[in-house]
C-alpha cells in the first residue's frame, strides 16, 4: 500500500501532521508493506528567494490579526508540538521561499535520503535558533549533515532548473487531487485525509484501506512457464 503526504517546509501543521502519522503506522500491524512517498507543496510559491520576514508579522497580515493574536496562534502549535515530542521555538522565528528546499529532496530521493532530509529540514525551520531561510551555505550544511554528497547539493542549488519540473510535477498533482492546503495524504489513490489529524484517525484510515484492497484476479491460470523462489521451469522437448 502506497501513502502520499504532500507538505510544505514552512507548514507548522505538516511537522506535526508527520509526527502523528507516523505514530500511526508506527502501530499498524501492516507498516512493512507501506510505502510512504513525499511529494511538494508550496504555500507561497510566487514568493522571491531573498524575501524573509518574522513569522508573526507574515502570519499578522497574511490572516487580518494582530501580532499578539499571531503570538497566541504559534504558542498553540507549539503546545501541540511538545505533545506529540517535537520541539517548537513559538519566538524568533522566519518565513521564506521553500523551492530549493523541494527541488534538495528530490535530489535527495534519488540519493535514498529524502526522509532524513525532510526531517532535518523540519528540526531546522521550527527547533534551532539559526535560520533555514539563511542562504545556500545554510542548506549546504543540513543536507551535508544527514549524508549528501556537498558537490551534489551545491550543483543542485546553483541551478535554479534542478529538480524543478519534479516539484511542479507534485504541485500539479496535488491541484488534480483536490488539495488546497497541506498536510494531504493520500492513500492508495483512493482515500485523502487534510491536515495534521490525530494519530488515530490515521490509523483508521490505513486500516480502512488496506481492509478495502482487491485481491489480484488472475486473468488466465494455464501452466505457461514461470520463476519461482525455486527456480525456473525446464522446457519438456517431445
Known sequence: MRVEIWSDIACPWCYVGKARFEKALAAFPHRERVEVLHRSFELDPGRAKGDVQPVLGMLAKKYGM??????????????QAAAEGLAYRTRGRDNGNTFD?????????????????????????????????????????????????EDGVRKVLADPDAYADDVRADEREAARLGATGVPFFVIDRKYGVSGAQPAEVFGQALAQAWGERSPLTLVDQGDADTCGPDGCAVPQHG
Do not use: P, T, W
Open 66 to 79: 494582530s501580532e499578539a493574536q499571531a503570538q497566541a496562534a504559534e504558542d498553540n502549535v507549539g503546545a
Open 101 to 149: 528546499m523541494h527541488r534538495l529532496l528530490h535530489f535527495a530521493k534519488e540519493q535514498g535520503r529524502q526522509l532524513e532530509l525532510l526531517q532535518a529540514l523540519y528540526a531546522a525551520n521550527f527547533a534551532e535558533e539559526r535560520s533555514v531561510f539563511g542562504g545556500d551555505e545554510r542548506l549546504v550544511e543540513i543536507a551535508v549533515a544527514v549524508g549528501l554528497a
